[in-house]
């Protein structure tokens, strides 16, 4: 089992930047893959960022990349999200997600793929 907690989200400019983090318990923590969703009103839970059970892939959305970095801190076991160059359409609940059902060289998209999830934190970019 393990547990997932976001934090970092906040009300931003557009062009600033924010930091997200994701501390997971459990003692298993580099047995996961991670990733990074967001789901804004009235829309569906998007893919944002992936990182590989070691940290060694990584993988993003074509609307973030270039503007966005995830990484993974097994020793504090803490995934982040670091987020610059935000636009409004930036704008979502984001949510970090763990799994472990696909081999170590999969790159995993799909919220179906995982079957841990945090509650989420609240990113806001005004224009």
């Keep these: 089992q393990v547990q997932l907690v976001e934090s970092g989200g906040g009300l931003v400019q557009a062009g600033g930047s ?9 003692r298993t923590f580099s047995s996961y893959y991670m990733g990074w969703f967001r789901q804004a009103p ?9 990182i590989s059970w070691r940290g060694g892939s990584t993988y993003y959305a074509d609307s973030v990349k270039g503007r966005f970095t995830i990484s993974r801190d097994s020793a504090k076991n803490t995934v982040f ?3 610059n ?3 409004p359409e930036d704008t979502a609940l984001y949510f970090c ?3 472990g059902a696909y081999p170590p060289q999969s790159i995993v998209t799909q919220p179906r793929q995982y079957d841990y999830w945090g509650q989420g934190t609240q990113v806001t970019v005004s224009s």
């Design 42 to 50: 009235g829309k569906e839970r998007e893919f944002v960022a992936f």
């Design 85 to 87: 160059s935000l636009k």
């Design 97 to 99: 997600a763990a799994g």
């Design 18 to 26: 924010l930091r997200l983090s994701c501390a997971a318990s459990g």
């Design 81 to 83: 999200l670091q987020m």
